[in-house]
């Protein structure tokens, strides 16, 4: 069974584990897969798109119908009253279908649903842009009114008001378009896009891998508009079958595998007024991303974040659009990788700006100065900065996140410019995750609080953490929908455990709702595994539902953090660097020896679960170490990396030409021949982002070996599965497995 050498009683003195959780009160109604899916949500009334407007007088939000938890209006909050309404009513908009484009951008966004998706405040605070099928959208505050503007044939996409409201821009068919609200003239910034070539648009890798949806971007006077020339003609064009249920439907891709081309990338600055382009000049090499582009305060000079091809090196550069010249400010270096963040802020008062880094070791923010030359760190130790959220000049505080009192929870902090690290101040204090969101020109922030007992609230606060108000508190009484069912919900234990290297890892484990400790129990362990993930954490989640459902059918639900995954500094991530698949899959071994010395685990019976990555893991953790999981379920798994997009895999990886071994290594296939039985596979056949090669490669190759596996498709399916009556059947096929696999 287990290759551990040690004794039951030196296994289990490594371990510890915190004070349990208290229960939930309600009644004890079972869970059924059904109703995980079913309206209203579970969740309760769970904001989404949380929003205060400009001059801190009302707290905008999306909020799902009662009916239909996945169909959005617009909702406020005025903060001098008290009062809520609907704002906008989603019906008063056009419902159709969505470009293929905006359609893709969504799935990168991960934003699904129906209604109002997105909405963006004039900062005079007396607009809003709504975006709806394709169509434009203004609201007026003064008169109530929602009117469609005439933007001409055709899907609207990234659509956004100019800083100082007399504008509309917006990309439709790879061009750059601007519509002027005081004379209603549309005119196109760009014309010769089309084919490769795209205007202001964020390129896959962009969007998918560094988090940047545009590729267009405002003067704060209004004057010019920066933008990106994309040129996708030597990324390689796949064409891939997108398989639905009434048929098949061809789809080309420009996609660019690990160590092929990515685009070749410009970045522009258009005067409005003169129509005057100016290119800003990059550099001799071409093969490079641009992560972040960010305009200074006076309109003047333009930031953009410059990062080569092996992602080691990150400069921020700052382009004098007056005298045509480019300086790097800050350089970024590591011999694995430089993540990418949004804590940049340029100081308006006085010379410098504050930075995110992670050359301590730690996420941190620094201010800096004199052109880069003076540096000061205003957080230290080691715990990681999880973003900057505000600065508050007047007062000189800067506002973040962070985890410096938990790992596995977020909470809101301050820390004075002046003064340092000395003076951060914990402005949080529930215990869980909360993530602030600040007005534009006042410290004023919205707290979205969630944890393992409480459902997502929303509450408004002073700058000093004060509360004032709460925009949703969703209390778990009789009346929320999770009442029915929250005296079987189950709290975790958390605890945590040593790496093969000393470096210690987090877990947590829930016990079955029924819990009988002279029986033993058969074990899921739940796997996500990758970069830039946490699972281990005091937080609401949605994904935790499933889990819910198999406590109450006598399963044991396990999660472990393994090295690679985030909030733990870069000694713990770059661990799997240029070697992903090895040490992950040693950590969760690691899980699984702590799991058998438990008297209550039926170690003979341990399964392991992910989707994405987690299907990944999942693969090769059984493959790999079939005596410690009887059964795998993986869901859309990359299955060799060379059939992934190169941000994200050459950022881990390298380029496959100079890390041949670590990418045959780090591949599934070398290991199907350890696979002995009990493997379940499922993707999405429509899945643009893990593309369906990476399961049917596993499904051939397994075949060819004689070896009898379970596999469920889902036609039409992009790599979320989303979709109710998908989501029911899913987990219904899961669940049958597991019993079929672990309780015979």
Do not use: C
Not at 668 to 691: C, I, Q, R
């Amino acid at each position: 069974m287990s290759q551990s050498v040690q004794s039951q009683s030196s296994v289990t003195s490594q371990y510890s584990t915190t004070a349990p959780l208290t229960a939930l009160t309600g009644d004890n109604t079972p869970l059924t897969i059904e109703r995980i899916h079913q309206s209203p949500a579970l969740a309760g009334a769970s904001p989404r798109g949380l929003q205060m407007s400009p001059d801190g007088s009302r707290v905008t939000y999306l909020a799902g119908r009662d009916d239909n938890q996945s169909f959005y209006d617009l909702w406020q909050l005025d903060i001098a009253t008290g009062e809520r309404s609907v704002l906008i009513d989603a019906d008063k908009l056009a419902s159709g279908e969505l470009s293929d484009e905006e359609k893709a951008r969504r799935e990168r966004q991960r934003i699904y649903g129906q209604g109002i998706m997105e909405y963006f405040w004039s900062e005079d605070s007396q607009a809003i842009l709504i975006p709806a099928s394709g169509q434009l959208y203004l609201y007026q505050v003064a008169n109530n009114q929602v009117r469609k503007l005439d933007i001409g044939d055709g899907f609207a996409t990234d659509a956004r008001l100019s800083p100082k409201g007399h504008y509309v821009s917006f990309i439709r068919e790879q061009n750059i378009y601007l519509l002027s609200l005081e004379t209603g003239k549309l005119k196109a910034l760009t014309t010769d896009g089309g084919g490769a070539i795209k205007y202001g648009m964020a390129e896959f890798v962009a969007q998918e891998e560094m988090d940047r949806m545009t590729g267009y971007w405002w003067s704060p006077d209004e004057t010019k508009i920066a933008f990106t020339r994309i040129d996708e003609s030597g990324v390689e064009l796949v064409t891939r079958n997108e398989i639905y249920a009434d048929g098949i439907k061809l789809t080309e891709q420009r996609y660019p595998y690990a160590g092929k081309a990515n685009v070749e990338i410009e970045l522009g600055v258009i005067n409005l007024s003169s129509n005057k382009l100016d290119w800003i000049d990059l550099g001799k090499d071409k093969d490079i991303y641009l992560p972040r582009v960010k305009w200074l305060p006076d309109s003047k000079h333009l930031s953009y974040q410059w990062q080569n091809r092996s992602q080691q090196a990150l400069d921020l550069r700052i382009a004098d659009l007056d005298n045509k010249s480019s300086k790097v400010v800050i350089e970024e270096r590591s011999k694995a990788w430089v993540n990418i963040n949004d804590d940049l802020h340029f100081l308006k008062q006085q010379a410098g700006f504050i930075w995110g880094s992670e050359r301590s070791g730690f996420k941190h923010l620094y201010l800096v100065e004199d052109n880069g030359n003076k540096l000061t760190q205003l957080t230290t130790g080691d715990w990681a900065v999880d973003a900057l959220e505000y600065v508050d000049e007047a007062s000189g505080w800067v506002y973040f996140t962070g985890r410096k009192d938990s790992v596995v929870e977020r909470h809101i902090y301050r820390v004075n410019l002046k003064q340092g690290a000395d003076s951060i101040e914990k402005l949080s204090f529930r215990a869980g995750m909360h993530n602030a969101v600040f007005a534009h020109n006042k410290p004023v922030y919205i707290d979205h609080f969630s944890s393992l007992m409480q459902p997502p609230q929303v509450s408004l606060h002073q700058q000093n953490g004060q509360h004032i108000a709460w925009v949703e508190q969703n209390q778990l009484d009789k009346d929320h929908p999770l009442y029915a069912h929250a005296g079987l919900w189950q709290m975790p234990e958390f605890g945590t455990l040593s790496a093969d290297d000393g470096q210690t890892l987090q877990y947590r484990l829930f016990k079955p709702t029924d819990f009988d400790s002279t029986k033993q129990y058969p074990v899921l362990v739940r796997v996500y595994g990758g970069p830039h993930a946490q699972t281990v954490t005091n937080s609401w989640s949605e994904a935790d539902y499933f889990s819910q459902y198999l406590l109450q059918n006598g399963y044991v639900v396990f999660q472990l953090d393994n090295r690679g995954s985030a909030n733990r500094g870069t000694q713990f991530e770059y661990v799997i660097y240029q070697n992903m698949g090895e040490a992950e899959v040693r950590d969760q071994m690691v899980g699984v020896d702590y799991l058998r010395s438990l008297p209550f685990v039926d170690g003979d019976n341990i399964a392991i679960y992910g989707h994405s990555y987690g299907g990944y893991m999942a693969l090769l953790s059984q493959f790999k170490a079939p005596d410690y999981f009887k059964a795998a379920i993986s869901g859309a798994p990359v299955t060799d990396w060379r059939l992934y997009d190169t941000h994200y895999t050459e950022r881990y990886m390298g380029h496959p030409e100079t890390n041949k071994a670590g990418y045959d290594a780090s591949s599934v296939m070398p290991y199907v021949g350890g696979y002995k039985s009990g493997l379940l596979m499922y993707h999405g056949m429509a899945d643009d982002n893990v593309l369906f090669e990476n399961s049917t490669r596993v499904y051939k190759a397994l075949q060819d070996d004689g070896k009898l596996f379970q596999m469920m498709d889902y036609p039409g399916s992009k790599h979320s599965m989303r979709g109710e009556k998908v989501r029911n059947h899913l987990y219904k096929s899961l669940a049958a497995f597991l019993d079929s696999q672990l309780k015979n």
